[in-house]
T-cell receptor, first 111, second 113 residues
Framework: SQTIHQWPATLVQPVGSPLSLECTVEGTSNPNLYWYRQAAGRGLQLLFYSVGIGQISSEVPQNLSASRPQDRQFILSSKKLLLSDSGFYLC??????????FGPGTRLTVL | KQEVTQIPAALSVPEGENLVLNCSFTDSAIYNLQWFRQDPGKGLTSLLLIQSSQREQTSGRLNASLDKSSGRSTLYIAASQPGDSATYLCAVRPTSGTYKYIFGTGTRLKVLA
């Protein structure tokens, strides 16, 4: 069966510090991968999606970036965090246009 | 531009009541529509997926319908239980050639014991 992992589960970082969140998927090949952010009291915002290794589409211009170094690995990064980057970050995967599956999420607090 | 709306934003019902959650979308050109459940501080769990050619899907006490031409979907929960308390979100997958899913802002459901 398929499994999606995200780490860390929670993170508290100072403004201006770097960020690296990792997501890995098991049990499937060539998935579409997604990074979403859920801010307090707001809906899900799509940040990045990838249809293959090295292929990244950015939805929101900001100080975040994403990379896909391996087929089932998706990384969200920042060189310098802003207060507005605080939120709940969710990784998800799908195959073709089918069902979307989410990971457990990472709660990021920027102080 | 596809927009997805969920009304009401919050709902409280007594245990045992049958209830309906609504999802509206502005563009009928979709591949599918999916309903999710989110518990506080957790990721989203997929409940039901309806393909554009389907009218409804059922899983246990849950039934989701899709009227693509009118841009509406409903999630029916029968005999609600306190364990059903969560936020319910719908998402559509447009046929616009990308793999993006567009989400509504959700309905926060509380089932009172």
């Amino acid at each position: 069966s398929q499994t999606i992992h995200q780490w860390p589960a929670t993170l508290v970082q100072p403004v201006g510090s770097p960020l690296s969140l990792e997501c890995t998927v098991e049990g499937t090949s060539n998935p579409n991968l997604y990074w979403y952010r859920q801010a307090a009291g707001r809906g899900l915002q799509l940040l990045f999606y990838s249809v293959g290794i090295g292929q990244i589409s950015s939805e929101v211009p900001q100080n975040l970036s994403a990379s896909r170094p391996q087929d089932r690995q998706f990384i969200l990064s920042s060189k310098k965090l802003l207060l507005s980057d605080s939120g709940f970050y969710l990784c998800a995967w799908s195959v073709q246009a089918d069902r979307l599956y989410f990971g457990p999420g990472t709660r990021l607090t920027v102080l | 531009k596809q927009e997805v709306t969920q009304i009401p934003a919050a709902l409280s019902v007594p245990e045992g009541e049958n209830l309906v959650l609504n999802c509206s979308f502005t563009d009928s050109a979709i591949y599918n529509l999916q309903w999710f459940r989110q518990d506080p501080g957790k990721g989203l769990t997929s409940l039901l997926l309806i393909q554009s050619s389907q009218r409804e899907q059922t899983s246990g006490r849950l039934n989701a319908s899709l009227d693509k031409s009118s841009g509406r979907s409903t999630l029916y929960i029968a005999a609600s239980q306190p364990g059903d308390s969560a936020t319910y979100l719908c998402a559509v997958r447009p046929t616009s050639g990308t793999y993006k899913y567009i989400f509504g802002t959700g309905t926060r459901l509380k089932v009172l014991a």
